[in-house]
């Protein structure tokens, strides 16, 4: 069979899933396969293919058929202007998340050194990709989880920032070093029963300890704003990933650890996603 037609064969499995980004996942999955890039694909689709890379793709296809995400299959995921190794211990970086980076580019334009605390920090998505843009801070990563830190170090290192990122394993409550400039966080605030309810790429295969709040998914926001509260320092700036629902309630959560608060942004769908704040 030539690359073209296992391709057709492909869209057509993963549009019985009603799966709507079918060509461009089958294209991005035979890329994989045969260990080239999609330029390659599009140029040569009339070449056969061998048996053994025929399976490997068929298998590609059948999971991305039971909805596992592109990016644990590909194992990377743009972000900001950096590519992320990602696999099934993290949470998948959402372009949404991007605005937390550019609003901490944005207020740190004149800066020269800055300490900087990532709670939360998964991939590292966030704060390696400031680490990368800010050559002279020096950043601080927590996370419960081992394995979501192993990548983060991964990334540190293809990003060329290890030397100025210290990750720690610790539950956020346990956790009482430094004095930082500058807070961020995107951390679990979906609902817990509302998690069933999320798209199958997300519920089957991201790790729930990166998305569940509790009842009222907001009892993570709640332990980063206190925690934030007592590593920052005055004038410290946080900014902080919400929920589209949780703006008010954030807001006075904050305002009641002493934060005030500058501005709240939209995401790209238009819904309440980051709230930028200073300790005073
Ligand atoms: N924005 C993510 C989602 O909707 C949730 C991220 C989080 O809980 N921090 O899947």
Same mark, same amino acid.
């Given at each position: 069979?030539?690359?073209?037609?296992?391709?057709?064969?492909?869209?057509?499995?993963?549009?019985?899933?009603?799966?709507?980004?079918?060509?461009?996942?089958?294209?991005? *999955?035979?890329?994989?396969?045969?260990?080239?890039?999609?330029?390659?694909? +599009? *140029?040569?689709?009339?070449?056969?293919?061998? @048996?053994?890379?025929?399976?490997?793709?068929?298998?590609?296809?059948?999971?991305?058929?039971?909805?596992?995400?592109?990016?644990?299959?590909?194992?990377?995921?743009?972000?900001?202007?950096? !590519?992320?190794?990602?696999?099934?211990?993290?949470?998948?970086?959402?372009?949404?998340?991007?605005? &937390?980076?550019?609003?901490?580019? /944005?207020?740190?334009?004149?800066?020269?050194?800055?300490?900087?605390?990532?709670?939360?920090?998964?991939? %590292?998505?966030?704060?390696?990709?400031?680490?990368? !843009?800010?050559?002279?801070?020096? @950043?601080? @990563?927590?996370?419960?989880?081992?394995?979501? &830190?192993?990548?983060?170090?991964?990334?540190?290192?293809?990003?060329?920032?290890?030397?100025?990122?210290? &990750?720690?394993?610790?539950?956020?409550?346990?956790? !009482?070093? @430094?004095?930082?400039?500058?807070?961020?966080?995107?951390?679990?605030?979906?609902?817990?029963?509302?998690?069933?309810?999320?798209? #199958?790429?997300?519920?089957?295969?991201?790790? $729930? *300890?990166?998305?569940?709040? %509790?009842?009222?998914?907001? #009892?993570?926001?709640?332990?980063?704003? +206190?925690?934030? #509260?007592?590593?920052?320092?005055?004038?410290?700036?946080?900014? &902080?990933?919400?929920?589209?629902?949780? /703006?008010?309630?954030?807001?006075?959560?904050?305002? !009641?650890?002493?934060?005030?608060?500058?501005?709240?942004? $939209?995401?790209?769908?238009?819904?309440?996603?980051? +709230?930028? #704040?200073?300790?005073?």
């Amino acid at each position: 069979m030539n690359i073209k037609l296992a391709i057709e064969d492909g869209i057509n499995i993963l549009k019985d899933k009603k799966i709507n980004t079918a060509k461009l996942d089958a294209e991005i *999955l035979m890329a994989k396969a045969l260990k080239k890039d999609r330029k390659y694909i +599009i *140029l040569n689709d009339n070449n056969d293919l061998n @048996g053994k890379i025929l399976n490997y793709f068929y298998k590609l296809i059948n999971e991305r058929a039971s909805y596992k995400p592109i990016a644990y299959l590909i194992n990377k995921k743009f972000f900001w202007k950096n !590519e992320f190794f990602v696999n099934k211990h993290t949470l998948i970086p959402r372009p949404d998340t991007e605005i &937390l980076v550019e609003q901490v580019l /944005k207020l740190t334009k004149q800066k020269n050194k800055m300490n900087i605390l990532d709670i939360g920090v998964g991939s %590292g998505c966030i704060i390696l990709s400031v680490l990368k !843009e800010r050559k002279n801070f020096l @950043g601080t @990563g927590i996370d419960i989880s081992k394995n979501a &830190l192993e990548i983060c170090k991964i990334n540190a290192k293809r990003l060329k920032v290890d030397q100025r990122i210290k &990750l720690y394993k610790t539950n956020i409550d346990k956790f !009482e070093e @430094g004095n930082y400039d500058l807070i961020i966080s995107n951390p679990p605030y979906i609902k817990k029963f509302v998690l069933k309810y999320l798209e #199958s790429d997300v519920i089957k295969f991201e790790p $729930k *300890l990166a998305l569940d709040g %509790g009842i009222d998914g907001l #009892s993570e926001i709640r332990k980063v704003i +206190i925690k934030s #509260s007592e590593l920052i320092k005055k004038n410290g700036k946080f900014v &902080l990933e919400i929920g589209f629902n949780q /703006k008010n309630k954030v807001v006075k959560l904050l305002k !009641e650890k002493g934060f005030y608060i500058n501005c709240t942004l $939209k995401d790209l769908a238009l819904n309440d996603r980051c +709230i930028v #704040s200073t300790k005073i």
